[in-house]
C-alpha cells in the first residue's frame, strides 16, 4: 500500500487549495482514509476522515465549513478542498489510512504518505 501526497503549495491567506492523494491499493481491513498536519513543534492533528464508501464524514471543529474531504473510488484518490485558508492551517498535510472513523486520531491510522507542504501568508 502506498499513499501519494500532492497538492501543496503556498498561498495567500483567504485562498484556497486542493490535496490529493493517490492510493496504489487498499488494505482489506482499512476502511477509513483521513488528512492529517502537524506544524514544526506540534503533535499531528486529524484534519478530517471519510469512510470507504464516502458516506460518513468526520471534521476537527478548526476546519468545519471550510473543508470538505472526499474521495474518488474509481481513481483511488482521497481529496482535500481548503478553502478561507489562514496562517494557522500552514502544516506538513499527510494522507492516512486505517480501520475505523470513529475518531480522527493518529495513533489509529496505520498506513501514511510522505506529506505536502501548505504554506499561509
Known amino acids: 500500500v502506498q499513499l501519494v501526497e500532492s497538492g501543496g503549495g503556498s498561498v495567500q491567506a483567504g485562498g484556497s487549495l486542493t490535496l490529493s492523494c493517490a492510493v496504489s491499493?487498499?488494505?482489506?481491513?482499512?476502511?477509513?482514509m483521513g488528512w492529517f498536519r502537524q506544524a514544526p513543534g506540534d503533535e499531528r492533528e486529524g484534519v478530517a476522515a471519510i469512510t470507504d464508501d464516502g458516506t460518513r464524514t468526520l471534521y476537527v471543529d478548526s476546519v468545519k465549513g471550510r473543508f470538505t474531504i472526499n474521495r474518488d473510488i474509481g481513481e483511488s484518490t482521497l481529496y482535500l478542498r481548503m478553502n478561507r485558508l489562514t496562517a494557522e492551517d500552514s502544516a506538513m498535510y499527510y494522507c492516512?489510512?486505517?480501520?475505523?472513523?470513529?475518531?480522527?486520531?493518529?495513533?489509529?491510522?496505520?498506513?501514511w504518505g510522505q506529506g505536502t507542504q501548505v504554506t499561509v501568508s
Open positions: 492516512a489510512s486505517g480501520p475505523s472513523c470513529r475518531t480522527i486520531v493518529a495513533r489509529q491510522f496505520d498506513v
Open positions: 491499493e487498499y488494505r482489506y481491513d482499512d476502511i477509513c
